[in-house]
């Protein structure tokens, strides 16, 4: 094979290092761990990134791809830092980050008639490889809120609307993907389900009807139950709720680091 010019393994005398260079957006098709133990299969939006001495002109872009097809293909929150551990031998670079973004789903029985059905929920890895290793969950959950207020002066009913927690946490034991969705519905005036016959909708709707919480309120419960965990390092939740009588949506965050 003919010998080809390495441009990118030229040296640069600019004298700036590049806090992180890689790729972004590449769709890739892997399994994702569940609790049970079961694998669920799905496609990733994946960004890889290393850090580039200050003399080095250019990365190896191709060597993203290689890493990734031979140790991406499966995800699991026991052990996420696989494939930055990897780019940081082959790419001989101090710090490496990924993060994968995919859909996850879970198979909910309704309330009463426990008809099954599947819920979406997108969730995202964020690792980070270098003299330790970091690694931030994410899930991203709809759920159902109730006004306190509208049903505090209403007659009849209260306004209520669907919204979307995102909850980021970092942990010193294991906390399943499940685990953190657990976490946010239960914070919730009630979770949502993909199939519900009369009988569920009556139970939801008075579930709701219930448990009544502002956005404050749902950030807040997230965070207690956060805390109490005892394994949970730091976490951040953030709520939106998409108001169903108000052209605006309502929002909410807290972010604690825990000794």
């Known amino acids: 094979m ?7 393994n030229e ?21 994702v761990v569940g609790r049970d133990g079961e694998i669920q299969h799905t496609v990733a939006d994946v960004s890889l990134a290393v850090n580039l001495p200050h003399d080095e002109r250019g990365t190896h872009m ?8 031979e140790h991406g293909n499966c995800l699991n929150v026991k052990e996420p830092g696989l494939v930055p ?6 790419l001989r670079a101090e710090t490496a980050w990924v993060t994968y973004q995919f859909p996850f789903f879970r198979s909910k029985r ?3 008639t426990e008809k099954e059905g599947n819920l979406c929920y997108e969730v995202r890895f964020e690792i980070e490889a270098g003299e330790t290793e970091d690694f931030a969950l994410t899930v991203m959950v709809p759920v159902t809120t109730l006004c306190p207020c509208s ?18 946490i970092r942990s010193s034991q294991v906390i399943w993907i499940e685990d953190a969705i657990e976490i946010v519905e239960e914070s919730a005036s009630s979770e949502l ?20 919480v502002f956005v404050e309120d749902l950030v807040r419960n997230v965070a207690r139950r956060s805390e109490e ?12 709720n998409f108001e169903s009588i108000h052209n605006h949506s309502a929002y909410a965050e807290i972010e604690n680091e825990l000794g």
């Not at 290092?17 to 890689?22: K, S």
């Not at 551990?85 to 082959?90: D, K, S, V, W, Y």
């Not at 389900?193 to 009544?212: C, G, I, M, N, Q």
């Not at 965990?229 to 939106?240: F, L, M, N, P, T």
Request: glycine letters at 6%; aromatic letters at 6%.
């Open 2 to 8: 003919q010998d080809l010019i390495d441009t990118q």
């Open 11 to 31: 040296k640069d005398d600019r004298n700036l290092p590049i806090d992180r260079v890689g790729i972004k957006s590449l769709k890739h098709p892997c399994g």
């Open 62 to 69: 191709s060597r993203f791809v290689e890493v990734l097809n």
């Open 85 to 90: 551990r990897e780019l940081q031998r082959r």
């Open 110 to 112: 309704a309330p009463v």
């Open 151 to 168: 049903k505090a002066i209403s007659e009849r009913g209260a306004h209520n609307q669907r919204g979307i927690v995102t909850y980021s």
């Open 193 to 212: 389900y993909s199939l519900l016959k009369r009988p569920d909708e009556k139970a939801v709707t008075e579930r709701a009807y219930d448990h009544p």
């Open 229 to 240: 965990q005892g394994s949970i390092s730091w976490y951040r939740v953030e709520a939106e």
